[in-house]
Nanobody, 124 residues
Framework: QVQLVESGGGLVQAGGSLRLSCAAS????????KSWFRQAPGKEREFVAG????????YYIDSVKGRFTISRDNAKNTVHLQMNSLKSEDTAVYYC?????????????????WGQGTQVTVSS
């Protein structure tokens, strides 16, 4: 079992920044690919960014490329999502997820572990 706890969400003005964190505990979480998903009201959950278990490979959806950066610290069992130049369309609940594979899948149903989510609200 892997437990994931997100933090760092909040209310920010458009153009601002937030840094989300995901703390993992339980089984060796460094052997898991980690990703961030988000779900806006009335919309389906979507993949935002993912990172391989080594941290060497990252993936992003086009709408956040150049604005968001995913990183991980396996010694501290944490994953971060640095979000800059935030837009109103980034408003959503953000979830951290872990999959026991090397590279992060894009489909949510391939992840066995999820955090409870953290709300990000960007005001325009």
């Amino acid at each position: 079992q892997v437990q994931l706890v997100e933090s760092g969400g909040g209310l920010v003005q458009a153009g601002g920044s937030l840094r989300l964190s995901c703390a993992a505990s339980g089984r060796t979480s460094s052997s898991y690919a980690k990703s961030w998903f988000r779900q806006a009201p009335g919309k389906e959950r979507e993949f935002v960014a993912g990172i391989s278990w080594s941290g060497a490979t990252t993936y992003y959806i086009d709408s956040v490329k150049g604005r968001f950066t995913i990183s991980r610290d396996n010694a501290k069992n944490t994953v971060h999502l640095q979000m800059n130049s935030l837009k109103s369309e980034d408003t959503a609940v953000y979830y951290c997820a872990a999959a026991a594979v090397q590279f992060p899948p894009r489909r949510g149903n391939e992840y066995a572990y999820w955090g409870q989510g953290t709300q990000v609200t960007v005001s325009s």
